[in-house]
Structure formats: C-alpha cells, structure tokens
Nanobody, 120 residues
Framework: QVQVVESGGGLVQPGESLRLSCVVS????????MAWYRQGPGKQRELVAN???????NYADSVKGRFTISRANAKNTVYLQMNSLKPEDTAVYYC??????????????WGQGTQVTVSS
C-alpha cells in the first residue's frame, strides 16, 4: 500500500507565497519522477513542474521564475515553493509520484489534492 499526501495549500493574496509538501509513504522500493499538477476551475489538469530522482527539473512556462520544485529523497518528499502568486494560479494542486513497489511493479500514484486560492 502506497500513500501520497499533500499539504500546505490555502488562501493568499496576489504576490504572496505558499509552500506545498507531498510525502510518499508505504511499501516502497524506490520513487522516481515526482511532480506537481494543478486543475483550475473549468480547466484540464496540467503539469506544473516535475523533478527526477537525480534532481533535474522541468517547469510549465506559466510558472517559470516563480515556482521552485525540490525533493528530499531520503524522506520521499517533494516540495513546491510558489512565489509571486497570481489569481490564475488558483487551482487544486495534485502530487504525482512514479513509484516502484516491488522488484517488477512500477506505477504512478496520485495524492488527493490541496486547494490553492489566490484572491484579494
């Protein structure tokens, strides 16, 4: 059994910051790529940023220069530091982790999501 739990969402004003965290726990061999997705009202879920186990990162153009993804491999945890938040960043943010659970089984897991609302 693998659990993916996000935390850190909330209501902030434009220009403020938030830090999201996501912990992957359970029967895990290894965690590979970890990522943050978001789904705004009336929109499709989109990739915000991802990070491979070696540390290489990838960002959506809309968040480059404002968001930073990082991970603590020993804790199977991924973070998303979000600065200079805009109303269009309002969304439910989901954590995704590519997890090897046995010697041969490897699959993606999703968290339940955390709401981020940017409004004055």
């Amino acid at each position: 059994q693998v659990q993916v739990v996000e935390s850190g969402g909330g209501l902030v004003q434009p220009g403020e910051s938030l830090r999201l965290s996501c912990v992957v726990s359970g029967s895990i061999f290894s965690v590979y790529t970890m990522a943050w997705y978001r789904q705004g009202p009336g929109k499709q879920r989109e990739l915000v940023a991802n990070i491979i186990s070696g540390g290489r990162t990838n960002y959506a153009d809309s968040v480059k220069g404002r968001f930073t993804i990082s991970r603590a491999n020993a804790k199977n945890t991924v973070y998303l530091q979000m600065n200079s938040l805009k109303p269009e960043d309002t969304a439910v943010y989901y954590c995704n982790a590519d997890v090897q659970v046995t010697g041969v089984v490897r699959r993606p897991y999703w968290g339940q999501g955390t709401q981020v609302t940017v409004s004055s």
